[in-house]
């Protein structure tokens, strides 16, 4: 047993093998023991750093150190979309089940005018699982973030550290090192975090990355969006007394309810008890908050007024919200980075390629990012700084591209679905109703497309690191 508390034995070969808590077997019987003794720390425990922690255990590391500025992880948020490419990752992780019992499965997705609740188009989505494996579901943000969670509590090689601010980050050795800064506990002191790997899951307001440019000469400043984002979760016993909302709920439907500049996307989940709306809409509210500041609480007057000419629907919908309980998101991305990693430092998820909600990838990506962490670490033959550098840069080849082009277009796609009075609106709305026509073609809304969702979906991203390590790893320069 090592100083984790990990049990560990030879196979004869110098390959580590070992046992979560609970003695679920790992992969690790790959891994050589000196990669495997490697000290990982993870800035961020989101999605991303969740996730990344979760592979890298399953793997076969067992010195893995998580950081999380948050006093807990509180399980909180809203509905999330959770699409084949990242079912077939937590489903390898053997967390799937378990979100996907509260989940539910989208059968269709209807687009509609938000004036008049008239619809544009309907795109079956029934196909999916039996072209990708994996039905497309959609759950709550704190099922997704529970289950990985206790996914990594199996792993008695991952340590969790909450309440810590992340300072004075120095990725320039060989041996990355940060301060440690407790938030709240004022008997304890700052402390200097070293390590053999650092990987930064922490977020759009990410200190990792803003050290990893920093050092490379570069700058990739937060974008502002000029959008704004309200996230809404009525329960069934609040749409109880109102028909045709709780035929809402009860439905396998994704609805999106578009307009000038603004657009509403919603969908049951938690076995339809919760009914999830998430809006965009211009970032009036914004106009002299603190650059700091990435939410806020809103104006349920401000919100109805945003979406005053919707259809009654809508507003019944909406006036159930209680008075007190808007947020309001400001949505915001950042520049492409010139790269992704640096020495024995790399960045995972928002940190690296935050993305506008329009295609529901952004949890997805950073989950293929953890993914892919897991399989080119646990494949490097010896722990070198080199040897890791040449990892992170077959982590860059896999994931960089992919990621930035959903990114791309999932902005784009924000743009046709706010499209006002225009020739392009014309054009768009054709494209509607030639698909509501039966006819076949591109649909204007990107996450409904079949061509967009082959590529999004149809991708295993663990056999194409794994291809691509085989490939690439001994041709990589350190």
């Known amino acids: 047993m090592d100083a984790t508390g990990q049990m560990q034995q030879s196979n004869g070969s110098g390959k580590a093998e070992q046992s979560t808590a609970n003695g679920r077997s790992t992969s690790s019987a790959n891994i050589d023991s000196a990669v495997s003794d490697l000290k990982i720390c993870i800035i961020g425990a989101g999605m991303g750093g969740l996730t990344t922690a979760l592979a890298l255990a399953e793997a076969g590391f067992h010195n893995i150190e998580v950081y999380e500025y948050a006093s807990d992880l509180g399980f909180v948020g809203a509905g999330i979309q959770m699409a084949p490419n990242m079912a077939r990752i937590l489903d390898r992780l053997g967390v799937w089940k378990e979100i996907a019992r509260d989940a539910v499965v989208l059968n269709e997705t209807s687009i509609r005018e938000g004036a008049t609740d008239e619809e544009l188009a309907n795109v079956d989505l029934r196909y999916i699982e039996q072209q990708y494996g994996y039905e497309h579901m959609v759950g709550h943000r704190s099922t997704l973030a529970r289950a990985l969670y206790d996914g990594c509590k199996r792993y008695s090689a991952i340590k969790f550290n909450f309440g810590v601010q992340c300072e004075d980050i120095d990725l320039v050795s060989e041996h990355p090192s940060f301060k440690a800064v407790p938030r709240k ?21 990410s200190n990792t990355r803003a050290a990893l440019l920093k050092h490379v000469g570069a700058d990739a400043q937060i974008v502002d969006t000029h959008q704004a984002a309200y996230r809404i979760m009525l329960s069934r016993e609040q749409m109880a007394s109102d028909p045709e909302l709780l035929k809402l709920i009860d439905s396998d439907l994704v609805i999106r309810w578009i307009g000038e500049k603004r657009h509403i996307i919603a969908y049951p989940v938690e076995n339809k008890t919760i009914y999830n709306l998430s809006t965009t809409q211009p970032d009036t509210n914004f106009a002299a908050a603190p650059s700091a500041t990435y939410t806020t609480k809103g104006s349920k007057k401000a919100m109805l007024e945003v979406f005053g000419d919707y259809c009654p629907m809508i507003q019944r919908m909406l006036d159930l919200v209680p008075e007190g309980e808007v947020c309001e998101w400001k949505l915001r991305v950042h520049e492409p980075l010139p790269t992704w990693y640096v020495n024995s430092t790399a960045l995972v998820g928002d940190a690296c390629h935050p993305t506008l909600p329009h295609l529901a990838a952004g949890a997805a990506q950073a989950i293929e990012d953890a993914a892919v962490l897991g399989v080119v670490l646990a494949k490097i033959p010896d722990g070198s700084p080199s040897s890791i550098k040449k990892a992170f840069r077959i982590y860059e080849m896999v994931r960089k591209d992919r990621a930035e082009t959903l990114v791309a277009m999932a902005a784009a796609s924000g743009k046709s679905l706010h499209l006002g009075s225009s020739a392009a609106k014309e054009e768009r709305d054709k494209a509607f109703a030639a698909l509501k026509a039966g006819g076949k073609g591109p649909v204007p809304d990107k996450w409904a ?30």
């Open 185 to 205: 506990d004022p008997n304890q002191q700052p402390r200097t975090v070293s390590c053999d790997i650092l990987l930064g899951a922490d977020g759009i307001k």
């Open 449 to 478: 497309d079949a061509d967009v969702q082959k590529m999004h979906y149809g991708l295993d991203i663990v056999k194409v690191a794994e291809e691509v390590f085989e490939k690439e790893f001994n041709n990589s320069k350190s």
